[in-house]
């Protein structure tokens, strides 16, 4: 379980917020749905390495699908009523942020792929640990926005709102510390 430091702290701040709302929230299920959608993920990804040039943008689009799905998993575990479209629209602003901060990353892999034999394997490494960052990067997001926002605040947020919210809670968050936490999770769970 990838239940360390960052993510730790995310998953006792949204209890005590849940406390507050007079809502119990399984811990550890929020943290497995985090990790079973990033080791997903990060598989799925691998796999696209193999696609020279466009592996990287493959990637990104897993990547949105699968924090989508893990958004409403997630929403539906803490009890938070959200409609599919304020869902998928937050995960892809969230995912579209992030893939700005990791550009270079998906720009590497897409050049390394076409090295025939090593080329693909490294290119497929690189997207594993970038999309498995990915997740759980964007899992800390959505667990942090409604610690910080509460419930009942979220369920009546706007796309808008809820975009701009996501937001600050990223900007919020230390990315390189919570990414060094993501590359120690995915070394432990393969």
Do not use: W
Not at 2 to 20: C, D, F, H, P, Y
Not at 21 to 28: D, F, T
Not at 84 to 92: Q, R
Not at 150 to 159: I, K, L
């Amino acid at each position: 379980m990838m239940n360390t430091g960052i993510m730790k702290q995310a998953v006792i701040s949204l209890n005590e917020a849940m406390r507050e709302a007079g809502r119990e929230v399984n811990a550890e299920e929020v943290v497995n749905i985090v990790e079973q959608h990033a080791i997903a993920t990060a598989v799925s990804a691998a796999a696209s390495g193999a696609i020279p040039g466009a592996g990287g943008l493959v990637a990104l689009g897993i990547a949105c699908t699968s924090t989508i799905t893990m958004y409403g998993r997630l929403a539906n575990v803490m009890g938070v009523r959200l409609n599919n479209g304020l869902i998928k629209a937050v995960a892809s602003a969230v995912v579209a942020d992030l893939a700005a901060s990791v550009a270079a990353t998906i720009a590497a892999t897409a050049a390394i792929s076409f090295i025939p034999g090593v080329g693909n394997m490294a290119s497929g490494t690189l997207t594993a640990i970038t999309n498995f960052g990915f997740i759980y990067l964007a899992g800390l997001i959505f667990i942090n926005l409604v610690a910080s926002l509460g419930v009942s605040r979220v369920e009546n947020m706007s796309e808008e709102e809820m975009k701009r919210a996501a937001k600050s809670v990223q900007n919020n968050m230390d990315v390189k510390a919570a990414m060094k936490e993501a590359k120690k999770a995915y070394k432990a769970s393969v």
